[in-house]
């Protein structure tokens, strides 16, 4: 089976070098099946301020006629996102649009930097979110339930797999874990 290819993004403060290090764990945890970083991407995993870029980069590869830059782009949509601790960009602000990529949206219950409030406005603005928490602050859980979970979740979306992913367990049993946000 063909790996799947993830581009992560970083967030503010941080560099490549020490966000490699921060999700290390869930490389490791992926390594047969995932390759982070590669050439042509299949997802895309942003944390933070990398979850601006993710949103953008999701939203212009499904709709490439609302930004110059990506109307001869070749790349297709991703089939996922992961964003944890992400939050709406404001400007320039996304298309009108809601995003079909499927997305998992990783929140912390004591996040003091990204509130889960601002987080729950970028899950808004998917079709159909998935939304996990973690009861640390503004990181990326590494835990190995946390490792698994990611894995599982991400290969859900290779072409040869019989799971969905909805289906994949959560990471914690844990009250208002695994919620789809519902649309009004």
Not at 21 to 29: D, H, L
Request: with cysteine; proline share 7%.
């Amino acid at each position: 089976m063909r790996k799947l290819r993830v581009l992560a993004l970083h967030g503010f403060g941080q560099n490549a070098l020490r966000f490699q290090k921060a999700i290390g764990a869930i490389a490791k945890e992926c390594a047969a099946d995932v390759d982070f970083d590669s050439d042509r991407f299949n997802g895309i995993f942003g944390f933070s301020q990398g979850g601006i870029v993710a949103s953008y980069l999701c939203s212009f590869l499904e709709n490439r006629d609302a930004h110059p830059l990506f109307e001869n782009c070749n790349h297709p949509p991703f089939k996922f996102v992961v964003l944890a601790s992400g939050l709406l960009p404001i400007e320039p602000s996304l298309p009108p649009i809601m995003i079909r990529t499927p997305s998992l949206h990783v929140f912390g219950r004591n996040d003091t930097y990204i509130h889960n409030s601002d987080s729950h406005m970028l899950a808004a603005v998917f079709k159909r979110p998935r939304i996990e928490y973690h009861d640390g602050e503004h990181f990326v859980p590494t835990k190995l339930t946390w490792r698994q979970f990611f894995h599982d979740w991400m290969l859900a979306f290779r072409p040869e797999t019989t799971v969905i992913p909805e289906a994949v367990a959560d990471p914690v049993a844990r009250c208002g874990s695994g919620e789809l946000l519902s649309k009004l």
